[in-house]
């Protein structure tokens, strides 16, 4: 079914960009590569869970971040290497938007996976909205606002920074998922990391605005 | 750069601290030394917690210092390799609690350790000049690092733990050769630092993919301790000389 979802939601959006334009455009369009990504992890995931079922790995925890992250962050790499420099702190939002469409697509399976009812079902998709999809968000904002910092950087340690910020990311996202799947202080924290990250890139995304000089204000 | 009477003070007190910390560090080579590898089993919560703080220590020192002295781009990797080791080697603990023995490698932890070293070689090439060595000059320090990756993977077998020990050789390779090439040497802790950060990795590496592995490379974590207490006190030495 998840095929078809991803058909039924991101059909309509490739409607709607016809109308967009600029920065619009950009968001919708990660936004729709966000649910795209979402279904290719999706079978690459189950395929390697199907290749390493005999062995001891937890493939949620060691290979889901790796695929994941990759895939979310694809299309900002391909920016990097078509477009050079010509890219602001825009990359943060759009990277957001990839993580969110992904996360669109991942609730879907979960929330039908489950087949809850009642409060239950409505707790449970709360949960994960706050969650795990602000999870998702972050860690591709994470990348994106990264790629920003870089700006003024020589080329050679391009590569190097970005496949470092990947790692950051995956770990984050490894880190999360291994601490949310048990019980105690370990799920609270992993609860909590997302919102924690959310308000960090916030800060992070205005800081220009949150801590400019007066003088630098009036202008 | 005027620094005041208390930020002295305070940067004293910082930097015996990382001293005290490489010697608690040095004090847990020293103790797989005497026991040849057969630690008890609290010897890994010490152990991490040292490695933990030291990385961590690692981390605070070059932002620091990159507060304290203004932008500078080894120091702002520096805070980047810090950081992502921390994240790194708290993946691996946790999942060491968490799920038990049965760690497998690679691990996403492994794929962390990498990106220190990328975080590394892109903060000297970002914030060291290249010398006139020409590329060739790293020949020696690269080649064997590679062969000896080749070897295992030609007599061990390709798979991922071989895969993965050699991409581990490929870029410390990678790091020396820049640490060469960009007069790390001229910042002697600093190179002592990523010296001791290839050892402590290629140690971990091999622990986890021989098949019996000597007692010497569970040296790894006391080394990784060591690596980042001397890459704490290498920050704030660096941005003491290169202060105007």
Redesign the interface.
Known sequence: MILEFYLAASLPLFFLLVFLEGGQRRVLAFLVWGLTAGVISYYINYNLYIAFAS????PE??MA??VEEFVKALPLFILLLAFGKRYSKELLVLAMASGFGFAILENYVFVTHFELVGAGAVAYAVMRGITTSVMHGCMTAIIGYGIFLTYG??R??L???L??L???A???H??YN??VG?TGI?RLLAIDLPLLLFVLLLVAYNWDVLFSKPAESEE | MNVSGASRYSDSLFRGALWFLLAVSVGLVAYVVLQHGQMPSVYTDIGNAVQLTASMAAAGAAAWSYYRRGPD?LLAHGV?AG??WT??N??WY??FI??GE?L?YP???D??F???F??L??GF??GLPRNRLPLWAAAPIALPLLAAGLWLVAVLGPNAKTMTTLAMFALSAALLSTALLRSVHRHPILLAATVVCVIAHICNSLNSTLPDPPWVVKEAGALAAVTFSLFAIAYLTYSKEAAP
């Open positions: 062995s001891a790995v937890v925890v060691t971040p790796v950087f020589s050679r340690s590569p190097s920074i496949f470092g990947y790692t950051v995956v770990m984050i490894g880190l291994l601490l048990h370990g | 781009m980047f950081a992502t994240l790194a708290t993946f946790a999942y968490l799920i049965g497998n691990t996403v932890a794929l962390g990498a990106g220190v990328l975080f070689i892109a090439q970002e």
